[in-house]
């Protein structure tokens, strides 16, 4: 069973994406892995204190990505092959980079003082 209990609704963004961000990532870093289940829409709602539409929102987009499979009556089922995680990282970093990139430019740091920063952050 997928742990939420890392999760933590913040910023702008709406909580239906917050959520869809927090499983892409834990598939990215290997702590969701092929095949965990998904607690209930219910109990997920209940567990995060959102609304239930809220936690359907989420698991529909992670069923027409592909990332889920759900059965009436039965638990979400994360469907994660090596091709989807290498192609959910790339997604996410590059949205990251992209971010980064234009606050970056945004005030004035040229791509090398990019790069020194990264570098120096890397350690």
Known sequence: MINFNGFEASGN???YHQILLFIKKGAVAGTIKDGDELPSRRNLSALLGINPNTVQKAFSLLEEEGLIESHAGAKSVMTLSAKKIESL??????????SLSSSMKQMNISKEEAIGLIEKFWK
């Not at 990282?89 to 992209?98: A, C, G, P, S």
């Open 89 to 98: 990282r790339v997604e996410l970093l590059t949205e990251e980079l992209k």
């Open 13 to 15: 963004d709406p909580i």
